[in-house]
């Protein structure tokens, strides 16, 4: 009888993830202990699963702000928070696959405007072609070498985990199977606006033959710490007002999230 009760319990889990983030001809591995990934990145390039991936776990209060902009100003649903041996990943379902450039546009935008201040290096997008990232373990999973399990978790429990992050025993699969019951797919509308909002403002940034000195406004520089980008913005007459304001407030809690040094 557990044996009966631990098969349907992992039916319930692939089943969840079938409905959200598998591939259309992605099949679940029947063997119960065959090594499953999740494919981001389909051979013609679409792509269903988007993973926000945060390297540390000091990081939560930034990832706690950012899941709950992505309800409240974005109305996005219900998204997955998994914690790993080394940080956090966000899963993101889309409804229906969209081509691997949108889907970067997507990500990419959503960085931009919730993430910038944090240090680079600390987040990453995936999938990402440059990385050769396109497919992530399935969770939950076990790392051998960490000794420690990575699981979705409660939203609600994000903090339990900064500094100590994984979990140490296995988790039950019926409960990741319900915190995955909650989880919604992105329509294609709702994602469809936010990559018309990427567009619309790359669109609305002045050309550089605008003005003579819009050459000058940002010069040719690379830059290794996101801040120091967003000082320039922010004291640049060449970028409009409330993207100078939009820099300050990154700053901001910039600040008072890592405090001088950004650590």
């Known amino acids: 009888m557990v044996i009966h009760d631990a098969v349907m319990t992992n039916e319930r889990l692939a089943?969840?993830?079938r409905?959200?983030?598998?591939?259309?001809?992605?099949r679940w591995p029947d063997a119960d202990d065959a090594v499953r990934n999740c494919r981001l990145l389909s051979a013609e390039s679409n792509v269903r699963s988007l993973v926000i991936e945060f390297t540390r776990t000091s990081d939560w209060p930034v990832l706690g702000s950012f899941y709950e902009s992505l309800q409240t100003d974005e109305e996005l649903p219900a998204l997955a928070i998994a914690v790993t041996p080394s940080g956090y990943q966000l899963w993101l379902s889309l409804a229906n696959p969209v081509s691997f450039v949108e889907a970067r546009k997507f990500l990419m935008h959503l960085q931009a405007k919730y993430l910038a201040a944090l240090p680079a290096g600390r987040v990453a997008l995936l999938p990402d072609t440059a990385s050769g990232v396109s497919e992530l373990p399935v969770?939950?999973?076990?790392d051998p070498e960490k000794q420690k399990w990575a699981a979705f978790i409660d939203p609600g429990m994000g903090s339990m985990f900064i500094d100590e992050p994984g979990l140490?025993?296995?988790?039950?699969?019926?409960?990741?199977?319900?915190?995955?019951?909650s989880v919604k797919s992105i329509s294609s509308q709702m994602f469809r606006r936010i990559v018309d909002e990427a567009s619309d403002r790359v669109a609305a940034q002045p050309s550089c033959t605008a003005s003579p000195i819009q050459a000058t406004a940002f010069p040719s520089t690379s830059f290794?710490?996101?801040?120091?980008?967003l000082l320039l913005v922010m004291n640049s007459s060449q970028v409009t007002l409330?993207?100078?304001?939009?820099?300050?407030?990154?700053?901001?809690?910039?600040?008072?999230?890592?405090?001088?040094?950004?650590?």
């Open 224 to 229: 290794n710490d996101p801040r120091e980008f």
């Open 15 to 17: 089943a969840e993830w």
């Open 19 to 26: 409905r959200l983030y598998l591939l259309p001809d992605e």
């Open 168 to 181: 140490d025993i296995a988790p039950n699969p019926e409960r990741q199977a319900d915190l995955l019951m």
């Open 242 to 263: 409330s993207e100078r304001i939009a820099a300050a407030k990154a700053l901001l809690v910039a600040k008072a999230t890592y405090g001088a040094d950004g650590e």
């Open 139 to 142: 969770i939950p999973n076990f």
